[in-house]
């Protein structure tokens, strides 16, 4: 390209002092020549400019392309093998636990139901009229002691479902998880592309948040059946209580009464003309 602006230049002055040859006296034409010259040194700085883009491209291309290139051992050096959820099995002798299996790999409130129903033993309604009979502190044990029932059964319930759920759910999840990692280790260009890459993130990133919101149900069936457990310690600590406190209030009527009928039964034998 500098060659040729030489050569364009110098035609340029050939042109130029051509007719003064045949004159006696040769004209130089200053103003001329200056644009001349000029012109070519704004050849040459287009040349330069034309040089340089054309070095940052091919720098640009050469990082690009370099930065495109996957690879070819990922998946062997980070590949990688995690435990995952199995279905539960259990002997069934008596027909009474299949439910419970199913409940536990399936999920789902009616057939945790099911389970508890089949599978627990059921608490029977106290009877109305004998509730009725008894003092005041012992209808209040009682009635206690139903609702612990029934706070056990709800969370039992809901535990059964919610792994149930989760372990049924697992499957499809583990496939989503395959099929993340092979595109991950994948050395297909139009995996690698930014967009492609940055698709991969905002899944993997959805899928923590999933299964962390599994761990927390989780979490949250174990806290409820250990707040179940609390509270039969201390329904069982406070009917301790309780019937410490009724027997000293009653402890000294009662022996009263005892020791009154005692001496009374002792009395009236020694009185009897038979001696009985």
């Not at 062997?76 to 409940?103: E, K, L």
């Not at 989503?176 to 595109?183: G, H, I, R, V």
């Not at 201390?234 to 009917?239: K, L, S, W």
């Not at 009154?260 to 009897?272: E, F, K, N």
Request: net charge negative; aromatic share 6%; glycine share 6%.
């Amino acid at each position: 390209m500098k060659k040729l602006c030489t050569a364009i230049l110098l035609a340029f002055l050939g042109s130029m002092l051509a007719p003064a040859a045949h004159a006696q006296f040769a004209v130089f034409d200053a103003s001329n020549f200056g644009e001349a010259v000029q012109e070519f040194g704004q050849l040459e700085q287009m040349y330069t400019t034309a040089v340089e883009t054309r070095d940052q491209i091919v720098s640009a291309y050469n990082l690009a392309y370099q930065m495109s290139q996957m690879p070819q051992d990922m998946a062997m050096r980070y590949g990688s093998q995690f435990s995952s959820w199995t279905d539960i099995a259990a002997p069934d002798v008596y027909g009474n636990t299949a439910a419970w299996v199913n409940a536990l790999n399936l999920g789902g409130q009616t057939q945790a139901l099911t389970a508890y129903s089949n599978s627990v033993i059921q608490a029977q309604p106290y009877p109305a009229s004998a509730l009725a009979m008894q003092d005041v502190n012992t209808q209040s044990v009682i009635q206690n002691q139903v609702a612990t029932s029934e706070l056990a059964q709800g969370t039992t319930t809901g535990t059964l479902s919610t792994l149930g759920t989760i372990r049924s759910n697992s499957q499809a999840l583990a496939q989503k998880l395959a099929n993340l990692e092979s595109d991950t280790y994948s050395t297909d260009p139009s995996q690698q592309s930014e967009m492609a890459v940055l698709g991969k993130i905002n899944t993997a990133t959805l899928l923590q948040i999933h299964s962390q919101q599994d761990t927390n149900q989780i979490l949250a069936a174990s806290v409820q059946q250990q707040i179940v457990a609390q509270k039969q310690q201390i329904d069982a600590q406070n009917r301790a209580i309780n019937e410490a406190i009724y027997f000293q209030q009653n402890f000294p009527n009662t022996m009263q009464q005892i020791t009154g009928g005692v001496s009374d039964s002792i009395h009236a034998i020694s009185l009897s003309p038979n001696g009985h």
